[in-house]
């Protein structure tokens, strides 16, 4: 609904990026539809508010009709600003201008929108990372084309010291704890991953992320940190023996599925490509300011 809604929206502005010359379209083939109320689930407005509104404008033409001492027909619209000429387009927005000044909002000129060389326009947003999935909620993706070419970067860093129960055996403490991070990434759709020890680093990355990212390429090349080519590995969601009840659903948690080409068994599964290399840890430190500062 609030997809039809907006996109209904842009149909009578048609480019006006004017509310009272949309209102007026609206109006024109409302008055001008056989079957109002068809009319109105077709374009996904409220019957009672546009009833309403339309015998609020024919009292207004009929008063200033009986002001002016001429007939209602001279006041009637012929062409809505959809279909009228730039100049008298030009003029209805001269108008406004000057009668309505105060109720207008006017976009900072710090903050206004450019236009770039092909005639689209460039928002920035903060916040949540904004999807494809969220713009089709309002966006008709036939009739309104949309691309997401950046997304916000929102970094997660933290430092991790191992138990007494990891003393001994720091490899097995390293395989725990990688797939821990692996399943926080997969789960909040994380699109890098960077962790280092003493030792190593270690650089988790989604292979759609990878191949669209030249400058992420191009990055990991020139740090000249990871000399052979990654790994590709493929995770599926751990799910309890117990089918039962909570216990039945994903636990948050992924675990690596064995490389022996068997087809991955139904359910969410996902694959990340794995960088490593095992480098003293000043060397890892500055790999990853440099990675933040990018």
Not at 262 to 273: K, V
Not at 276 to 294: P, V
Request: charged share 25%; aromatic share 10%.
């Amino acid at each position: 609904i609030t997809s039809r809604t907006f996109v209904s929206r842009c149909q009578f502005d048609a480019g006006l990026y004017s509310e009272p010359m949309g209102i007026m379209n609206l109006l024109h083939s409302y008055r001008m539809a056989k079957s109002k109320g068809e009319f109105c689930r077709k374009e996904c407005v409220s019957f009672t508010r546009l009833r309403h509104l339309h015998g609020t404008v024919e009292s207004l033409r009929r008063r200033v009709a009986n002001r002016l001492n001429v007939p209602m027909d001279f006041l009637e619209v012929e062409e809505p600003p959809l279909e009228a000429p730039h100049a008298k387009v030009t003029i209805l927005r001269i108008l406004q201008t000057w009668l309505f000044h105060d109720t207008m909002i006017e976009l900072s000129k710090k903050k206004g929108l450019q236009a770039s060389d092909d005639g689209t326009f460039t928002v920035e947003l903060s916040g949540p990372s904004v999807e494809s999935k969220h713009l089709l909620q309002v966006l008709d993706a036939d009739r309104h084309p949309f691309q997401i070419l950046n997304r916000v970067k929102i970094t997660h860093s933290g430092s991790f010291i191992a138990g007494d129960a990891y003393q001994v055996d720091t490899t097995d403490y390293f395989r725990h704890f990688e797939c821990r991070i692996v399943s926080y990434a997969l789960e909040n759709h994380i699109d890098v991953v960077v962790y280092y020890s003493s030792s190593s680093i270690h650089l988790f990355v989604s292979p759609a992320v990878w191949g669209e990212s030249d400058s992420l390429q191009q990055f990991v090349a020139g740090a000249g940190i990871f000399k052979d080519a990654p790994i590709a590995n493929d995770y599926v969601e751990v799910h309890s023996e117990n089918r039962r009840g909570r216990r039945g659903r994903a636990c948050a948690a992924w675990t690596q599925y064995p490389s022996n080409g068997a087809p991955l068994p139904a359910g969410h599964a996902s694959s990340l490509l794995r960088f490593s290399s095992r480098q003293k840890k000043a060397k890892a430190k500055d790999f990853k300011k440099f990675f933040d500062q990018h």
